[in-house]
């Protein structure tokens, strides 16, 4: 049972598009939401995280959008560049973090 | 800053072996954790540890076992390896308090 699902599966935006990527879980205790981004034969690194009580979070060229009520979040990559070529998972736990489940991840590609 | 390292970093066994990874951190970070990372299947919990000699199991844990002996290292044991767990094996650690997740750069293991 996948509890977080993310959308969708690959991606290619041109350089300086927005690229938009989706996600949503199904259990409502979830309220800390991570997103991850790899890079080929790396492990995965924090990108970008918000917590429940917000519905938005902004970091330089990357935001979350976070709708409770229909527990969907998205992730918003604005002037996407061709280093931004990654693949991008979202994750999401309870207040801890420490059991955090993860999206099958997406797959995005920035053409020059 | 710290890192952690993950050995070996290709793993090659025969099916039926036993196989062991291992994982050290330098962060000092109290919890870490073990993933399955299959191509289109995201990551996948199988062992964590919040403390030395702790061991808690995720969704993945049948056909695994975890060791953590000392604070700064996490080892996984394959029990009994076959094809279909062919996939990257990702080391994480947090830091007490924290929900933020460092990875290590991963094993690739190959079952012949």
Redesign the interface.
């Known amino acids: 049972q996948q509890q977080?699902r993310?959308s969708p599966?690959s991606l290619t935006v041109w350089e300086g598009e927005t690229a938009i990527l989706n996600c949503s879980y199904e259990d409502s205790t979830f309220n800390?939401f991570?997103w991850?981004q790899q890079f080929p034969?790396?492990?995965?690194?924090?990108l970008i995280?918000i917590r429940s009580v917000s519905d938005k979070k902004e970091d330089g060229r990357f935001t979350i959008f976070f709708n409770k009520r229909e527990k969907k979040l998205s992730l918003h990559i604005t002037d996407s560049q061709p280093g931004d070529s990654a693949t991008y998972?979202c994750a999401a736990?309870e207040n801890?973090?420490?059991?955090?489940?993860?999206?099958?991840?997406t797959k995005l590609q920035v053409v020059p | 800053g710290g890192i952690?390292t993950q050995t070996p970093k290709f793993l090659i066994g025969q099916e039926g072996q036993k196989l062991t990874l291992k994982c050290q951190q330098n962060f000092n970070h109290d919890?870490m954790y073990w993933?399955r990372q299959d191509s289109?299947?995201?990551?996948?919990?199988i062992y964590?540890s919040?403390t030395e000699n702790d061991l808690q199991k995720?969704d993945l844990s049948e056909g695994y076992d975890a060791s953590r002996e000392k604070k700064s290292s996490f080892s996984l044991t394959v029990t009994s390896a076959q094809k279909n767990e062919m996939a990257v094996f990702?080391c994480?650690s947090?830091p007490g308090?924290?929900?933020?997740?460092?990875?290590?750069?991963?094993t690739r293991l190959t079952v012949l």
């Open positions: 977080v993310q599966q800390y991570p991850y034969g790396e492990g995965p690194a924090l995280s998972f736990s801890s973090g420490t059991y955090q489940r993860f999206g099958t991840g | 952690i919890t993933y289109g299947k995201g990551l996948r919990l964590y919040i995720g990702l994480a947090t308090g924290r929900a933020e997740q460092f990875f290590g750069p991963g």
